[in-house]
């Protein structure tokens, strides 16, 4: 490259000397960060506040909405009594891995009145994580079958609440019929490591899936 374009550009040139080892470009933490958006879905009350939270690791922006007598009829809170807020809009939060892979957390409202907002939430996803509550798996069948439709890459995490019984992934990926190629995972999202495991199985399977 003619360095006297470079210079007058202001852009480093692009062609590298010969001798330069390629190792150091990939090591090079000055380099910048890549930005992912990576989306949560799954039943209501299956913990993808929870997740979004305990991995941020900037103030979670949380549009919580005190639930009233008012939904009553339309949500149903008899597997979650104690649950007295519901995420309206979404959940947000940023998490940065190896310092350079900075991953943007965007938690779905669970109730089925917002799925309007769904199209417009996946947008430039590379992938979503699937929530699963073993006592109330079939919540989480929408989600999957809308990733499935739309051919997003998505993990499987079974989110283990006290009381219930514990389940094997192999199990769990039965009784969803997930497919093989389809990583499932034992999460509890109140454990940051644990959450930290679903979200880095779910970089590496978006990377298998997306062509070459
Ligand atoms: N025991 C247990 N409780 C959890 C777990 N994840 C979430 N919870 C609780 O379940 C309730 C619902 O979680 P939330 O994140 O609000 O659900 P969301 O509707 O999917 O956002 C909260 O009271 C959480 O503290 C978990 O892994 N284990
Ligand atoms: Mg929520």
Redesign the pocket.
Known sequence: MDSAVSDATGVAPLVTEPDEDVRSWQTDRTRAPIATKIVVA??????????V?SVSEITPLQTEALMTEASEATDDLSA?P??L???VAM?FGRITLDDDLVLYLF?TP?QQRFWFMWDDLVRGAIGAVV?ADTRRLKDCFPALDYFESCGLPYVVAV????GSERFEAEDVREALTIPARIPVMI????RRISAIETLLALVAHALDETPE
Do not use: E, Q, S
């Open positions: 799954g039943g209501f009350g299956v913990g993808k506040t929870t997740l939270t979650t104690g649950k807020t519901t995420t959940d938690g669970g929530m989110n283990h609440f006290d999460m509890d999202a109140r």
